[in-house]
């Protein structure tokens, strides 16, 4: 029953004759060359039933080519004879050898025939989409919306997002398919991009900016929200912070829940210097060990860090 609904469906959707090919080796072979070059419309030509996918244009396939490009194409002859590669493959089958990038490929191309021309059965990938906490998901700079199954060429996969804080990436590494694929299930997972960590680097240096004005030795006397403590006998007014400098070691975690709220937790020294009130009144410098946490929220106009 399948085949008759195949056959139908060729036989009414490729009834131009310059679509197809004239044999299974041909049609493989241009859907090859055109994916090679970027020729999306080339490779869907051949293609037996291709969806419908804002994934499969040129531009797309042009961005997945220059991350792994596809060379040195190669159509290995049906084997003759018992035992040998191929021997077992149908006479629909093409094997087909080829550069992906800096993977070698090795693969067997199903085809389908209508009339007198021949298609590529299965030259697509098709994705079963989680977007996870990814906010407006993007594959090669293409917005997905609310798509759930997406389909794609063979080749590199490149998730992002449209907030401009964040990307996105697919929660387990796999290698890219290098051609026909069974279904495949993909859960993204957010990050930041490179302009979101420069966000909350800036949130947290203008947080620590703030709190380094208090001349308190709790500074939440002074700064409100801010809570770095100085337990020493101080006399008020006389406590003198500076910011500091070193925040690399900050952990920098992503909210699973609103990726737009970026927790923030680690050791900070605060530089200080005090007058105890006891020794003459000297001024002591020290250091004092703080442990740093909160949330930047990169969904507010100007990205806040706030502390707790």
Same mark, same amino acid.
């Given at each position: 029953m399948v085949v008759l609904v195949v056959a139908f469906v060729l036989a009414t959707r490729h009834d131009d004759s310059a679509d197809g090919a004239a044999s299974p080796a041909e049609a493989v072979s241009t859907y090859l060359e055109a994916l090679a070059t970027a020729?999306?419309? *080339?490779?869907?030509?051949?293609?037996?039933?291709?969806?419908?996918?804002?994934?499969?244009?040129?531009?797309?396939?042009?961005?997945?080519?220059?991350?792994?490009?596809?060379?040195?194409?190669?159509?290995?002859?049906?084997?003759?004879?018992?035992?040998?590669? *191929?021997?077992?493959?149908?006479?629909?089958?093409?094997?087909?050898?080829?550069?992906? *990038?800096?993977?070698?490929?090795?693969?067997?191309?199903?085809?389908?025939?209508?009339?007198?021309?021949?298609?590529?059965?299965?030259?697509?990938?098709?994705?079963a989409l989680d977007r996870g906490n990814v906010i407006e998901?993007?594959?090669?700079?293409?917005?997905?919306?609310?798509?759930?199954?997406?389909?794609?060429?063979?080749?590199?996969?490149?998730?992002?997002?449209?907030?401009?804080?964040?990307?996105?990436?697919a929660a387990t590494a796999e290698d890219y398919p290098l051609g026909p694929h069974a279904p495949m299930s993909v859960t993204l997972v957010a990050g930041l991009s490179v302009a979101g960590e420069a966000a909350v680097e800036r949130a947290v240096r203008d947080y620590l900016a703030f709190c380094a004005q208090s001349v308190q030795p709790d500074a939440s006397a002074d700064r409100r929200g801010c809570r770095q403590t100085l337990y020493r006998a101080a006399q008020p007014g006389s406590v003198r912070w500076t910011a500091p400098s070193d925040i690399a070691g900050l952990l920098r975690e992503v909210s699973s829940g609103d990726a737009r709220k970026v927790s923030v937790a680690g050791q900070i020294d605060w530089p200080v210097t005090y007058v105890p009130t006891y020794d003459g009144g000297r001024p002591i410098s020290t250091v004092n060990d703080e442990y740093l946490y909160g949330t930047v929220d990169l969904g507010a106009e100007s990205p806040l860090f706030t502390a707790g």
């Open positions: 020729d999306a419309d *080339g490779a869907l030509a051949v293609l037996a039933n291709p969806p419908a996918s804002a994934l499969l244009t040129r531009e797309v396939l042009a961005r997945q080519q220059a991350a792994a490009p596809i060379t040195d194409i190669r159509i290995i002859p049906p084997a003759t004879g018992s035992g040998g590669a *191929g021997a077992d493959a149908g006479p629909d089958v093409v094997h087909a050898e080829y550069r992906f *990038g800096d993977r070698q490929a090795d693969v067997h191309y199903r085809t389908l025939r209508s009339g007198s021309r021949w298609w590529v059965a299965d030259g697509v990938v098709d994705i998901p993007t594959f090669f700079g293409v917005p997905l919306g609310n798509a759930q199954r997406l389909f794609a060429f063979p080749g590199p996969w490149a998730w992002g997002s449209q907030q401009t804080f964040l990307t996105a990436r």
